[in-house]
């Protein structure tokens, strides 16, 4: 799944376009509480499963196929479980770090095998180069990403809530901080040499802005009509909200979308302006 820092850019790109976030310090902790798991001694793959959402008969299995319909409902039970637990903002960016996860396996992940077992000799085994690239990427998007220096500060004093029978704040806390670190630590220098070779800078500048997009589409109706995002009923889950999705959709794979995509060239050049 995404590192770090590309789940930050979604959540950033996210309050870009106009999600409404009263603290986004809660947003951007939220937005990488999933993967805290890690800071728990003998976390397994069932532990990861359940942070991530993924109940152990579900259909959803990221490295096989991403079902969209389950996803989105193991979401709002989530929410209802935890509303009292910890703040909206906190959650909603919870769930878009799972929303993200998905959108990677279909838009970016998928490619990256397919194109590394295309490979007529890939220097790595296929979990080693999937890593040595995504670690690279994350690092360009520390040092280079303008929102970084003020989401860290916001990080640095951010609550960290307490989940029961789920994640506790310490676990939270800890995976913050290392994340925090992560990037100036002397030992971990070696990891960010090189030039990614399967998933590069531009293909991590795309999949944000279409995954923001399609996140997007969940809250803007609800927050339109002046409701709680986290109302379940009419946030991820419904006829109209389907409809919706899939009519945008339809506008990305016809090219008729209203939205605007920008490469890495027309982005370099605004910033000079």
């Known amino acids: 799944m995404p590192l770090p820092m590309t789940h930050l850019s979604v959540a950033n790109r996210l309050i870009e376009i106009g999600l409404q976030i009263k603290d986004e310090s809660q947003f951007y902790l939220g937005a990488n509480s999933p993967d ?3 800071t728990r001694l003998n976390a397994d793959r069932a532990a990861k499963n359940t942070t991530h959402l993924i109940p152990e008969d579900s259909k959803i299995h990221y490295q096989h196929e991403v079902n969209e319909e389950e996803c989105t409902k193991t979401i709002a039970d989530f929410l209802a479980s935890y509303e009292s637990s910890a703040s909206p903002d906190f959650l909603m960016g919870y769930a878009v770090h799972i929303l993200t996860d998905m959108y990677w396996m279909m838009l970016v992940y998928r ?8 490979s007529a000799a890939p220097p790595q085994d296929q979990q080693k180069a999937y890593y040595t690239d995504t670690d690279i990427i994350d690092h360009i998007q520390y040092k ?3 929102w970084r220096s003020n989401v860290w500060q916001m990080l640095q004093t ?5 989940l029961p029978n789920f994640l506790s704040a310490t676990e939270i806390r800890g995976w913050n901080e290392r994340n925090l670190n992560w990037h100036t630590a002397p030992e971990n220098q070696y990891k960010f040499e090189g030039t990614p070779r399967f998933i590069t800078q531009e293909i991590i500048v795309k999949f944000v802005v279409e995954c923001a997009e399609r996140i997007n589409i969940f809250a803007r109706q609800s927050l339109r009509q002046g409701k709680n995002p986290f109302e379940i009923v009419d946030l991820f889950y419904s006829e109209s909200n389907q409809a919706e999705l899939n009519r945008k959709i339809d506008e990305i794979e016809t090219g008729t979308a209203t939205f605007i995509v920008k490469t890495i060239e027309e982005l370099e050049a605004m910033e000079n302006d």
Do not use: G, M, S, W
């Open 36 to 38: 805290a798991i890690h």
């Open 158 to 162: 951010a609550r960290c809530p307490d």
């Open 144 to 146: 280079t990403a303008p």
């Open 111 to 118: 490619r990256f095998a397919l194109n590394y077992q295309k």
